[in-house]
């Protein structure tokens, strides 16, 4: 699960470098097949 997490911080922080990327709604539905809702909680 450590791992996971890990790997979704890069992924947050390529996502907030091209913010306006399409791909932005596929991050999004990666978020929600891993359930991790207060994630975002967690990079603030």
Known sequence: ???EVIKLQ???KNYFK???N???QLF???LQF???????????
Do not use: A, Q, W
Not at 34 to 44: A, E, G, L, T
């Open 10 to 12: 890069l992924v947050f």
């Open 1 to 3: 699960m450590k791992k």
């Open 18 to 20: 091209k913010r306006s």
């Open 34 to 44: 891993y359930k991790i809702h207060d994630y975002s909680k967690i990079v603030n």
């Open 22 to 24: 399409p791909s932005s």
């Open 28 to 30: 999004y539905k990666k």
